[in-house]
């Protein structure tokens, strides 16, 4: 992609869901061609329905996209935002050889996606991105975007400079305030460290981030404090006071997205986010005695739940 800022992009967008929909129908209504690649029956839904979004800053609107199961036809970007338990099954719809040299542009939370993603296509387009938003699809083709923001960070230590700045600015035409950011690593570890502790422990204790940060301040200090050490090892210094500072900022109700998917019963992005970090901890020879714990503990739920009993019990 070596566009002119503004002019039409076809962009991909593989798992339509919470970002993946909202970012669809930003970029349609932008006036950018989207073809959006999921399952028959939700690719049916788009297909002849759109993209329905209410969102508080971006306005209620439906957009019309094009939908597939699979890319069938070069592209100049393929965002991806599937979970990443979802990941390996959604990258069959993606050949790369219809993909060419198009950009590769996951949203997945987690830090060792990029990597795989760079086995499977030309390491020079696999461009990262991070993104501060809560998005939901509530049914196919419907989603609410919560926050009264949605901001990208766009990555990628092999991408030419002027194919991040290309897609930066058609996102953030389309909308979300985006930046290019220079360290893949800090990138995507800024995001980890905040989100890490968080996610682990609102879902292991089944309580909102204003509970865990009174009833669990201990606990909640401890593991962001681990974080950060293993994110500063991996060459991305963080700070845990400011993450505890942000922490204390947020509305007491707010909970995570892997607490939502525990009270769904749906999958737990468990192994990329509390599995990722450990793996790091390892890698660096950082101790990280009560982030072992808590993923233990939240695989033994996983577990116990896929086995059918109950799982961790919840605190009110
Ligand atoms: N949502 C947020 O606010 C938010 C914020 C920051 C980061 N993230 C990260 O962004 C990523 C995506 O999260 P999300 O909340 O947007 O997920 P989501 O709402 O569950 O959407 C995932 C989408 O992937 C689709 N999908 C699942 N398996 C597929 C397959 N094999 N082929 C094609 N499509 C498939 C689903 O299709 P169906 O619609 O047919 O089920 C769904 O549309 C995650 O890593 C998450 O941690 C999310």
């Not at 909202?22 to 932008?30: H, N, V």
């Not at 987690?110 to 296509?121: K, M, N, S, T």
């Not at 993104?131 to 766009?154: K, N």
């Not at 700070?239 to 909970?255: E, G, I, V």
Request: proline share 7%; aromatic share 4%.
């Amino acid at each position: 992609m070596t566009n002119e800022p503004n002019d039409e992009l076809t962009v991909a967008v593989l798992g339509p869901g919470g970002i993946g929909g909202l970012l669809a129908a930003l970029l349609s209504r932008a006036g950018h061609r989207v073809i959006c690649l999921a399952g028959d029956e939700t690719a049916h839904t788009l297909r002849t329905s759109g993209i329905r979004v209410r969102s508080a800053v971006f306005g209620d609107f439906t957009a019309g996209v094009e939908a597939d199961t699979e890319l069938r036809e070069p592209v100049d970007a393929c965002l991806i935002a599937v979970k990443a338990t979802a990941l390996d099954a959604a990258l069959e719809r993606v050949p790369p050889k219809t993909l060419g040299d198009a950009l590769v542009v996951p949203f997945l939370n987690g830090v060792e996606h990029a990597a795989a993603l760079r086995d499977r296509y030309r390491p020079d387009t696999v461009a990262p991105a991070t993104i501060r938003a809560e998005s939901t699809r509530v049914a196919p083709g419907e989603i609410e975007h919560a926050t009264p923001f949605a901001e990208i960070d766009l990555t990628g230590d092999t991408v030419p400079g002027d194919r991040l700045a290309a897609l930066a600015q058609a996102l953030r035409d389309a909308g979300p305030a985006t930046r290019v950011l220079p360290d893949e690593t800090a990138t995507l570890w800024a995001k980890m460290t905040f989100l890490a502790p968080f996610a682990l422990l609102t879902t292991r204790h089944g309580l909102p981030l204003g509970d865990v940060r009174t009833r669990h301040r201990e606990e909640l200090t401890a593991l962001a404090a681990e974080t950060a050490a293993v994110s500063s090892a991996c060459g991305a210094p963080a700070d845990p006071d400011q993450t505890l500072a942000r922490y204390d900022a947020f509305p007491p109700q707010t909970k995570s997205s892997m607490q939502r998917d525990a009270e769904a019963g749906r999958p737990l992005e468990l192994d990329a986010i509390g599995g990722a970090l450990l793996r790091a901890a390892e890698r660096h020879g950082v101790p990280v005695p009560v982030a072992s714990r808590v993923v233990r503990e939240l695989r033994d739920a996983e577990l116990t739940v896929a086995l059918g009993a109950s799982a961790l019990p919840v605190e009110v």
